[in-house]
């Protein structure tokens, strides 16, 4: 309350503090010197924004099993509920989870794997980032319950009676329980430095991913202004964070938090299983990972694209609209119009899909069958930016690097793609 100094409600949503509009300027600074040059500044800062915030978390971990009650906060965590198991709720939370934290269906992934070369290995990548992110989870879920049970300890309650989630746990609890250690200050200097440059890995994904999809739909327009293009987002994005603080900003918060994760991404991930799996085709991107790695992938790749993949996410979508409860602030309710405003930012994101789906048909020519067998076809110019790519790195292999460069005389190096040059 001190902070933020709260309304009583949406309804009213105050003044702006000023103190948070400066730190809001300075996030929206850095990110923009971060990304001011591309993936090649950005490359570099995370070096330091990635490894950070692990150290902290290891520090951390030492601490929070060394406090008194952190063995009831493990045991709530690790001792399992069976029952909970046939609860489709558990399982849409766990959807939801997996969804936020490994940012599947937000496009970060495929952004980044744009810059990568040609021929990098992606299957390592396919494996290690949703272990690592696993591996990540468990651990800063088992510092975050040593301390929930250190708090229950401090205030004679139970474990379950202190849980919080969102942005109570990590700006209310965590603040809380470090207001009590030893040197608390030192604490909360690394909590929130940890909190910054996890919150700076985000603002990253978020805004390459869309400078780089407007960059190549409108090349001409924008490739050669990267850096202004930049600067207006980043002042775009300062602008529309004024609201969050503003004296009801949390309550706008806690109303894009409730709604945008909870089917948008699902939306894009079925899409996305459907267009690879059954329209382009398993067959036709298998061809495509072999042309790239050497390597042909699995039928079992093809199962878990075409139909468990797919199904599972549909049964998650019924799961957590089924079960889904309107948006509230600890005992306050949100009024019925937030509610309405909440769902169409939950769907603005997904609604441009089908508009761009009808200007596309609307531009192709013949009739409407025609238009759709057209416009789902790969043309005759679809493959690799380059034509030494095109050959199987097996086949590659046999040949030499005069023999390639001779006999491939399409192959230009002043013209070689933009973002393979990058890494």
């Known amino acids: 309350h001190k902070v933020l100094k709260i309304t009583d409600g949406i309804e009213n949503i105050g003044g702006i503090r000023l103190e948070l509009l400066i730190c809001l300027f300075i996030a929206w600074l850095i990110v923009f010197l971060c990304l001011c040059k591309g993936i090649k500044s950005s490359g570099k800062v995370v070096y330091v924004t990635v490894t950070f915030p ?25 001792i399992p509920k069976w029952n909970k198991l046939l609860s489709s709720q558990v399982w849409g939370e766990a959807a939801l989870q997996i969804f936020f934290s490994t940012a599947v269906g ?40 040593c301390i929930l049970g250190y708090m229950a ?42 909190m910054l440059t996890l919150g700076i890995d985000t603002q990253f994904g978020t805004i390459e991913t869309m400078h ?3 960059v190549d739909e409108y090349p001409k327009l924008l490739r050669n202004r990267k850096t ?12 529309s964070g004024i609201p969050y603080v503003m004296n009801g900003g949390i309550y706008i918060l806690q109303t894009v938090d409730w709604y945008v994760g909870l089917i948008t991404p699902m939306i894009a991930a079925i899409m996305e299983c459907i267009l690879i799996g059954w329209i382009y085709g398993t067959d036709q991107f298998y061809d495509d990972l072999e042309m790239m790695t050497g390597r042909r992938p699995s039928c079992l790749w093809g199962i878990f694209w075409k139909f468990i993949t797919p199904t599972s996410v549909v049964l998650m979508v019924v799961f957590n609209l089924i079960q889904f409860t309107p948006v509230s602030y600890g005992t306050y309710k949100y009024p019925s119009w937030a509610v309405v405003v909440g769902w169409m930012i939950g769907f603005a994101s997904v609604i441009p899909i089908p508009l761009y789906i009808i200007k596309d048909l609307w531009a ?19 493959g690799p930016a380059l034509a030494v790519n095109c050959i199987k790195p097996a086949e590659l292999l046999q040949l030499t690097t005069t023999d390639r460069l001779d006999n491939d005389t399409s192959y230009q190096p002043d013209v070689f793609n933009e973002k393979q040059n990058m890494i």
């Open 364 to 382: 192709a020519e013949g009739t409407l069958l025609q238009r759709i067998k057209t416009r789902l076809t790969a043309g005759s110019d679809y």
């Open 228 to 239: 202004l293009f930049m600067t207006a987002i980043c002042c775009v994005g300062f602008l």
């Open 54 to 78: 692990y150290i902290v978390l290891l520090i951390f971990l030492v601490r929070a099993v060394t406090l008194p009650g952190a063995i009831d906060g493990i045991k709530f965590m690790f």
């Open 212 to 214: 780089s999809a407007l």
């Open 153 to 194: 300890n401090v205030k004679g309650m139970q474990v379950a009676e202190v849980v919080d989630q969102g942005p109570g746990l990590a700006f209310v609890a965590y603040p809380e329980a470090i207001s009590t250690f030893p040197v608390s200050p030192l604490w909360a200097v690394l909590f929130f430095l940890m």
């Open 106 to 145: 937000w496009g970060g992934y495929i952004t980044f794997a744009s810059f990568n070369r040609f021929n990098h290995n992606l299957y390592r990548e396919a494996i290690l980032v949703p272990f690592i992110n696993g591996g990540t989870s468990v651990l800063a879920g088992f510092i975050a319950f």
